[in-house]
């Protein structure tokens, strides 16, 4: 009910979108949904990467990205954003939407109800 597109292979210093729209009866209530991007890189465990409240007021970065990754939504299309700018090859990874219903602490997986399938970012030094 939620579909991660837009990743892709990049330079490092280059840039990639991602978007992740909602279907189904995850649409539904989407514009009332905490939504989020976490990452998991190659041996790693998934990691927090952004989150942004329903109205898109308030929005969270994990500290590795901040001022390089914006997280945006358009409640019109059920859709979340993730601008990535300034890539890095340590930014390489699955990344993964995720929407909350409700949430005790944007930053764990845990908190969250909905997953995307996951798309490959695969940034080159």
């Known amino acids: 009910q939620l579909q991660a597109s837009g990743g892709g292979v990049v330079q490092a210093g280059g840039s990639l979108r991602l978007s992740c729209a909602a279907s189904g009866r995850t649409s539904n209530s989407f514009s009332r949904y905490v939504a989020g991007w976490f990452r998991q890189a190659p041996g790693k465990e998934r990691e927090f990467v952004a989150a942004?409240?329903?109205?898109?007021?308030?929005?969270y970065y994990t500290d590795s990205v901040k001022g390089r990754f914006t997280i945006s939504r358009d409640n019109t299309k059920n859709t979340e954003y993730l601008q990535m700018s300034s890539l890095k090859p340590e930014d390489t990874g699955v990344y993964y939407c995720a929407a909350a219903t409700s949430l005790s602490d944007y930053r764990l997986g845990s908190s969250y109800d909905y997953w995307g399938q996951g798309t490959q970012v695969t940034v080159s030094s």
């Open positions: 942004i409240g329903w109205s898109g007021t308030f929005t």
